[in-house]
């Protein structure tokens, strides 16, 4: 009896150990440990029998049965352990997030047409060579008018519908009004656009604002000419609407510059054949332009017999609503959703 106890007791270890080799689940766990240690596993009944063995040799059979049971109890915790490091192995793979990864931003909205098209405008004229500066909003009379050649009582002034703050400040009716500081801190060559919003007080309608934004180009160097000028524009207006376009200068009156002028394009909208926008003539005039006055440059310390420039300021909103066929300026402001949404 002691030795078929004994034998009994050894295939059930190395059963166990060959069971135990193939666990991968705790499903499967459960049911060995049940199997070789539950209350009607093999052990349980050879364990019955050891009563059956003589007294002198139950103590052998005994310590045997305790040694095939721990081993059995250790094959359990061995792979009880395993499955637990597996389970937390796959878990990391799946759930691991990288915390010094960027965040993403939730999509709230977009970008308002103006915002997109003065970014639009920024890159273009800075892969161009230009640096940006932002205009002050509200700013004093020197700079908006006197820096810029425009004396206290000379008759342009009406030309710009200013809104004066209580302590005679100006909020800004052009972008010019950079002009001077911008000239004042750089050394030539200068290059700068300055983009900016700008302020009238107009009576409102389909084209004009009392708030719109602007954008100033100045250019300072040796030698540079108008040709430069209109070859700059030319490029930029190419840019923005995505087509061959021409340019052509009409000449005109700003006191900041001589000559002055408009610069006006081939029409966007029919390509220069005629359409009810440019009239019938088949060119818009855009923006005002011209060679910097020698006075507004030796205002801001350039030397006008060595150095000569140029400079322009556009209206953004009549840009977009050319490139996107808008017919009313008052749109852009609005708060409608209808509109702002097509921009999406
Ligand atoms: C000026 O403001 C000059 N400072 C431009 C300039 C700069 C000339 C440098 C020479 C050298 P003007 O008042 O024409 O010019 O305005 C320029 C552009 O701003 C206009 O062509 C138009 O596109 C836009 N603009 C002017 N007033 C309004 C308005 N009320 N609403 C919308 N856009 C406007």
Redesign the pocket.
């Known amino acids: 009896m002691k030795n078929e106890v004994l034998d009994n007791l050894d295939k059930l270890g190395s059963c166990a150990r060959d069971d135990f080799k193939n666990v991968t689940d705790s499903k499967k766990l459960d049911e060995l440990r049940t199997k070789y240690l539950g209350r009607k596993s093999a052990l349980t009944d050879i364990l019955k029998k050891v009563k059956e063995v003589k007294q002198e040799d139950r103590a052998e059979v005994g310590k045997r049965a305790n040694e095939v049971k721990a081993g059995i109890e250790s094959l359990v915790e061995t792979a009880t352990k395993t499955i637990e490091n597996q389970k937390l192995e796959k878990n990391l793979k799946e759930d691991w997030k990288d915390v010094t990864a960027p965040g993403v931003r939730p999509q709230r909205g977009s970008l308002h047409p103006i915002t997109q098209l003065m970014q639009k405008t920024e890159d273009i004229f800075v892969n161009m060579g230009f640096e940006v500066e932002m205009p002050y909003e509200i700013d004093d009379d020197y700079h908006n008018f006197e820096s ?1 050649n425009i004396p206290k009582g000379h008759p342009a002034r009406d ?2 519908d200013t809104f004066w703050t209580e302590d005679k400040n100006v909020l800004i ?4 009004s950079m ?1 001077n500081r911008v000239m004042k801190n750089k050394k030539p060559p200068i290059r700068i656009i300055v983009p900016g919003k ?1 302020f ?1 007080n ?1 009576a ?1 309608d389909a ?8 954008v ?3 250019y300072v160097d040796k030698g540079i000419t108008m040709t430069d000028m209109l070859g700059t524009l030319k490029t930029y207006f190419e840019a923005f609407f995505e087509k061959d376009i021409d340019v052509k200068f009409i000449p ?1 009156y ?1 006191p ?2 001589e000559p ?3 610069i006006a394009l081939t029409c966007v909208l029919c390509d220069g054949k005629g359409c009810k926008v440019c009239k019938g003539s088949g060119w818009l ?6 060679m ?1 006055h020698p006075k507004v440059l030796e205002m801001a310390g350039i030397d006008s017999t060595s150095y000569t420039g ?10 977009i609503m050319l490139k996107h066929n808008i017919n009313d ?1 008052r749109l852009f402001h609005k708060g409608d959703l209808r509109f702002i949404k097509q921009f999406n």
């Open positions: 810029v030309a710009w009716t052009h972008t010019s002009q700008c009238r107009e409102t084209r004009h604002e009392h708030t719109f934004y602007q100033e180009g100045i005109d700003f900041f510059v002055g002028g408009q005039e855009i923006l005002g332009c011209g910097i140029f400079a322009w300021g556009f209206g953004l909103e009549r840009l300026i």
